[in-house]
């Protein structure tokens, strides 16, 4: 790894880390030190050092919201200042920095301004560490936070010198308009761990909702990238269309978990799956509470102990099985009775049971599907027997239909019907003649009168939605949801103004 220098120069003192080979024409990034007026000020150069003198060549473009290490050479494709902080390059950083105004008590403390102060902010931020030390204020982690933090666009409130202590958890909240239980999570996982850039306040509200359910206790967010996680999970939030109930899920499974992932990546159910599920269940509860709010409260309490792999696989169930099929569903036919022609027979298969166990059924694909096709009148079922006493499944289907007859023996599709036609014509007749006789009325009836997915809980509709509401209640649903909500207009009004 190339070698970080700190040198002074003619125009201020400089920061680079590379070397160039003798008699080189070629000029080197770094950042100088230089006083503009009365403050000092960190500009980005281009160089070319010899043995007696820096020559600047040119300006530098950087980036000013991106830390020092995102500058410096990485090792092993790993960022600069991964490691313990020791060594020459640490000694010319540390100089360097304090001839900002940078006080360090230990090289952790070099380290936390390398790696999570933005370039753009290291003057203003030792100049205001220099004032806090001018007037005898000995600064604590959480306090260099709040200073650095209220350097950034929209966090100028934080300032210690503002008229009133706006450093508590309480005007966090009020100026993020985001519940006390929120802030007071956002300020653990961004104004206790290592420095990092601010991010954006609305981003940050969004994030401390995205924290609600961490335990207090639990020291989580150590050195995390707090203005990239935000942003994250911003733009994820913003893939769901701003759902508050989408947002409630991540908090839920970031505090279920302890995994950061969970608010900015995959959920273990698919992001359309879970939302067409959860308007399912505000539908169902729109029907009880008029108020949108309010029914939005509801659902939250109603899936608050959901696990997610388990709602998965009950929608892929609910989808492939609707409901219990009994023996109570019969399925209606034109040919209620044993049909003959010559040494062929057929009788009709109206019941799950008699379809299932055929032996003919399992050339299928899915036995299942062949026994709601039965209920729901997709097709009419007839056990065929010939002279040799072999047995055939026969599935009839209108003659309009894609496939309007298939004949399956014990092993294969059979595609020579000839031996059957004349039992296949009389019974295709009476089914022309019948078509809508056919399915199970009851099984019909039922599908129209369940619910269009399962529910999170086993009671009868009217416990549910009474569990639901205590539970809401208990964790605070409204307090965030209404939350949401705030950001969701606020990023769907800037959406609409671009």
Known sequence: ??????????????????????????????????????????????IRPSEAVVVEID???????????????????VAFGGGEPIGPEWDALSTW???????????????????????????????AIADQRRVGQSLTASDRHCLLWSLSPGWEWLNPSAPSSHRRVGDMAENLRIPARAARRLAIFGLRSSLDSAPKPHEAGLLALGLYFVPLRYRFGRGAPIAGLAASLMRIWRESEFDPLVLWIRALEMGRTKRFSRLYSDLPIAGEELQAWLRLLLGVAQEQELDPVRALFLVAGWVSECNLEEVRDALREWEVRPIEVTESYIAETPLRSAVSVGALSA?????????????????????????????EGG????????????????????MDDFSPLTLVSADRTITNVDPWSPLIEVIRSVLDAN???????SYRAALKQRLPGPLPRAESLEDQL??????????????????????RDREAGALDAT
């Open 347 to 375: 009788v009709p298969i109206v019941t799950a049971k008699s379809l299932r166990s055929h032996p003919c059924i399992g050339h299928f694909y899915s036995i299942e599907a062949n026994v709601r096709c039965l209920l």
């Open 59 to 77: 300006a530098l473009a950087y980036e000013p919201d991106l830390p020092l290490a995102h500058y410096l050479p990485k090792e092993d494709n």
């Open 97 to 127: 920095l304090e001839a900002l105004g940078f006080d360090f008590l230990s090289r952790d403390d070099v380290q936390d301004v390398v790696r999570g102060v933005p370039v753009g902010l290291l003057a203003p931020f030792a100049r």
């Open 379 to 398: 097709a009419w079922y007839f056990d065929l027997t010939g002279d040799s006493g072999s047995r055939v499944l026969a599935v009839f289907r209108e």
């Open 1 to 46: 790894m190339a070698g970080v220098t700190c040198r002074a120069g003619e125009h201020g003192l400089y920061l680079y880390w590379d070397e160039l080979p003798p008699f080189s024409k070629h000029s080197l990034p770094a950042f100088r030190i230089a006083r503009q007026g009365d403050r000092l000020k960190v500009t980005g150069v281009k």
């Open 435 to 441: 078509p809508d006789v056919r399915g199970s009325v």
């Open 466 to 487: 009474r569990w639901a509401e205590h539970q809401a209640i208990k964790l605070g649903a409204f307090e965030f949801i209404e939350a949401a909500i705030r950001i």
